[in-house]
């Protein structure tokens, strides 16, 4: 999917790597050469989240001291990763379905509409189809979204990965920290192969 324009919907738990595949996805597609902007709905207060993905004017609000341009704008010709999607409101969630079907956006404060260029990546942990049941999320930005879909699995249903991904961590840590890699034991890597890693591949890593 990467190469080609699609809008990308990844799930899966947390810590299974969603932004590692978005990444790759990023960097396989013909906007490798263009920004990726990342985004963590999860970590903005709603009533920022507004200003934060379409920009503001000076004087838009109180604290508006200057012009300030959204993460839409920052992306334009490359991607715009939207992780942890569910967390946002159904006020902004129909900003975001405008922006992606008129492909344009409005600074707060302006009444200019500016053309934008962005492929959208968005990540979530939760059940969307539940949450539209829910009235929590909207299901014309569902379907907007969800163009193809990309489950990652727990770490416990894809033990195979284990070796590799303690290979990978042991090798990065031991380069970071200028010392030799660790030798990992017969006994060691049983015990991570029985484990049920609740945590996920960011467990394994810590």
């Known amino acids: 999917v990467a190469p080609t324009d699609a809008r990308v919907l990844i799930t899966g738990q947390n810590g299974t790597g969603k932004e590692l595949v978005a990444h790759w996805i990023h960097q396989k597609s013909e906007r490798s050469k263009g920004p990726m902007v990342e985004v963590n709905c999860a970590a903005i207060p709603s009533e920022l989240m507004e200003s934060e993905l ?9 604290g508006a001291t ?10 334009d010709q490359g991607t715009l990763f939207l992780d ?3 967390n946002t409101s159904l006020m902004v969630q129909a900003k975001l379905l405008r922006a992606i079907q008129e492909k344009e956006v409005v600074m707060l404060g302006d009444v200019k509409s500016q053309k934008v260029e962005v492929r959208i990546i968005s990540a979530t ?5 539940e949450q539209i049941e829910k009235g929590n999320f909207r299901e014309d930005l569902y379907y907007r979204l969800n163009i193809v879909s990309i489950n990652i699995p727990p770490l416990r249903e894809r033990k195979e990965d284990i070796p590799l991904l303690v290979r990978f961590f042991n090798q990065k840590y031991s380069r970071e920290n200028e ?4 030798k990992i034991s017969a006994k060691v890597m049983d ?7 609740p945590g996920n591949v960011r467990e394994l890593e810590n």
């Open 54 to 62: 379409f920009g503001h004017l000076k004087g838009a609000f109180t």
């Open 66 to 75: 200057t012009n300030r341009v959204g993460f839409f704008q920052a992306a």
């Open 84 to 86: 942890e999607i569910s």
């Open 125 to 129: 942990n939760t059940d969307l189809s």
């Open 179 to 182: 010392k030799e890699p660790l």
């Open 191 to 197: 015990a991570l192969n029985n484990y049920n890693w």
